[in-house]
């Protein structure tokens, strides 16, 4: 059965409250009615009582219909009051609508009390919307901005990591290379020539591999040429030789080039779910699998490790600046998708990510390649 509406009656005379009631009742309403006619009633009633709609009368003894508005407007201030009187001139009508009252119905043409109410009521509820609807937004503009202060550090911090790589691994590379170099100038015999030589040779396969390493890490450059299925396969596979648990790696062959935004969403997001798994999860097993159908691609990274609360996650990251989880969904929604992850603690994670492929606009480029 639905609420009853509840109506607060400010009226002395109890012959009146019921000609109310009985015209509201008449008029379709399902409602239950408290009377009250002091302050002290009134404040009690607003409070415990909760109405929706206060109908009060203009003059009352000992009391008046103004204060009683004023007093539910400080106590309620979203709750509609309705002047129901039998004597409101013209003048005290509209002082009353200026300070806040929804309307006023006169006594003697009660007839006209239910399209009242039900006008209040609906303002209200539309208030109520708008008010909700702003909030909503203030909501989203605050999340947007912490995004843009996470997204920030995350990126500063990225550049701090880079140059720290740049400078000790490269620089150093490339200064003991010098100094090779410089010895190989002054070398007298062939032998030490040789050695030089050698030397000069390790230092620059192994300056290769850490440029390749951080350029794998920046962007890996198979994405771009072979896809998302090929780019994974050889992360994982990298991942692989340096893990102690086992990671597998599945993914449907018809799968083939992809719109670049989700490729890259998809990547990112198998690449940091993958690092959390071996980080955080302590399993014994992670498995990532790639399904496509006509209209949906998925992405599913599955560990059987401690699992963990997402939502006190979440609520941190949004606060920090972590750019894991909570950045996830964000790298999703901008390729169209949507993550889900679902764990539970001692039982595992998983994280699941939809790409849909047919949203307007959205056509693989150079596809068959
Ligand atoms: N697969 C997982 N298993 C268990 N705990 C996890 C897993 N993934 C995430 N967590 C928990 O959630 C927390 C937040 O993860 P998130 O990726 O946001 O941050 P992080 O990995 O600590 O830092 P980063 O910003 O470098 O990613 C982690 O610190 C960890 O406690
Ligand atoms: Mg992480």
């Known amino acids: 059965m639905p609420d009853r509406l509840r109506v607060l009656l400010v009226e002395d005379v109890g012959a009146d409250a019921e000609l109310i009631a009985h015209a509201l009742k008449r008029d379709g309403f399902d409602a ?126 990225e550049r701090a990591e880079l140059a720290r790589e740049l400078h000790d691994e490269v620089g150093q590379a490339f200064t003991a290379l010098k100094i090779q170099l410089e010895m190989l100038r002054r070398a007298k015999d062939p032998d030490e020539t040789s050695v030089r030589i050698d030397e000069c040779a390790d230092i620059v396969a192994s300056a290769l591999s850490q440029v390749r390493n951080l350029s794998l890490g920046l962007r890996p450059p198979q994405l771009d040429e072979f896809g998302l299925v090929s780019a994974l396969r050889s992360h994982v596979e990298r991942m692989a030789r340096t893990a102690t648990i086992e990671i597998a790696f599945e993914a449907d062959p018809q799968i083939g080039r992809l719109h670049p935004d989700i490729e890259i969403a998809c990547f990112r997001i198998a690449q940091e779910s993958l690092t959390n798994a071996l980080r955080h999860a302590e399993a014994r097993r992670v498995r990532i699998v790639l399904r496509i159908n006509a209209d949906t691609l998925a992405l599913i990274v599955q560990d059987d490790g401690r699992g963990f609360d997402v939502h006190a ?22 390729a169209g998708g949507f993550v889900k992850i679902e764990s539970e603690v001692g039982s595992g994670t998983e994280v699941v990510a939809r790409f849909p492929l047919k949203a307007p606009g959205r056509t693989a480029p150079g596809s068959g390649g």
């Open 32 to 157: 239950v009615f408290e009377r009250v006619y002091t302050e002290a009633d009134l404040t009690a009633r607003v409070a415990s009582f909760v109405p929706q709609v206060v109908l009060s009368d203009f003059s009352l003894p000992g009391y008046s219909g103004m204060a009683a508005l004023e007093l539910v407007q400080s106590l309620s201030p979203h709750t509609p009051f309705i002047f129901v009187s039998g004597t409101i001139g013209e003048e005290r009508a509209i002082e009353s609508l200026k300070c806040g009252a929804s309307d006023y119905v006169l006594k003697t043409n009660l007839a006209r009390l239910g399209s009242a109410v039900r006008r209040a009521l609906e303002r209200t509820a539309e208030r109520t919307a708008r008010a909700r609807a702003e909030a909503e937004l203030a909501e989203a503009h605050q999340r947007q901005r912490m995004l843009s202060r996470r997204l920030i550090r995350a990126q500063e911090r």
């Open 313 to 334: 996650a979440n609520e941190k990251a949004l606060n920090g600046t972590s750019m894991g989880v909570a950045g996830l969904q964000e790298r999703a929604l901008l």
